[in-house]
C-alpha cells in the first residue's frame, strides 16, 4: 500500500507532525494551501464560523495533484470547532480520493478528532476512514501505537 501525508497548517503544528508521519513512513507529502489567510487560531475560528454562518465557500489554492498512485492518504488539518476546515475536505474530494483508505490526523487546543470523523465519512462518503490520531494540548493520542497500526497496513497491502 502506497501512502502520502496531505495536510492543512495554519499555525505549523500540523505542519510539524506531518513532517514527523512523512519522515517516520518515508513517503511523499502535500500542503494543502488556503486561498484566504486565516491568521491565528482565535481568528481562523471566526473567520470559519462567519464563513458557516453566511455559507460562505472557503477555496484552497491548490493545483489537484494526481493521487492515483497512492492507495492511503494520511490526511491532517487543524480542528475548527471540532471539524476539518470545509476546503480540506473539498480538497481531499476533488483528487480523487473516492475508495481509497482515508487515515485522518488533527492538532488542536482541546478538541478531539472523535467529533470530526463522522463529518469527514459524511463528506468522503465512498472513502475509508479509518484510524484517526488525536493531537491536542489536552490529549495526545500515542503517537508510537498508532505509527506501529499504520505500518502494519502498509505492509499487509504490499
Given at each position: 500500500?502506497?501512502?502520502?501525508?496531505?495536510?492543512f497548517s495554519q499555525s505549523g503544528n500540523t505542519e510539524s507532525l506531518a513532517c514527523r508521519i512523512s519522515d517516520d513512513l518515508g513517503c511523499e507529502s502535500y500542503k494543502i494551501e488556503a486561498v484566504n489567510d486565516y491568521g491565528s487560531?482565535?481568528?481562523?475560528?471566526?473567520?470559519?464560523?462567519?464563513e458557516k454562518i453566511t455559507r460562505a465557500k472557503s477555496y484552497y489554492a491548490n493545483i489537484l495533484p494526481?493521487?492515483?498512485?497512492?492507495?492511503?492518504?494520511?490526511l491532517g488539518f487543524p480542528l475548527w470547532a471540532s471539524?476539518?476546515?470545509?476546503f480540506v475536505t473539498e480538497f481531499i474530494r476533488n483528487c480523487g480520493a473516492d475508495g481509497k483508505m482515508i487515515i485522518p490526523f488533527s492538532t488542536s487546543g482541546s478538541s478531539s478528532i472523535s467529533a470530526a470523523v463522522p463529518k469527514?465519512?459524511?463528506?468522503l462518503g465512498n472513502s475509508k476512514i479509518l484510524y484517526p490520531f488525536n493531537f491536542s494540548r489536552v490529549s495526545k493520542d500515542d503517537y508510537d501505537s498508532w505509527m506501529r497500526v499504520v505500518r502494519t497496513i502498509i505492509s499487509e497491502e504490499e
Open positions: 500500500m502506497k501512502p502520502i501525508v496531505v495536510y487560531y482565535v481568528k481562523a475560528l471566526f473567520k470559519f464560523t462567519a494526481d493521487l492515483s498512485g497512492y492507495d492511503m492518504i494520511i471539524a476539518p476546515p470545509p469527514l465519512r459524511k463528506e
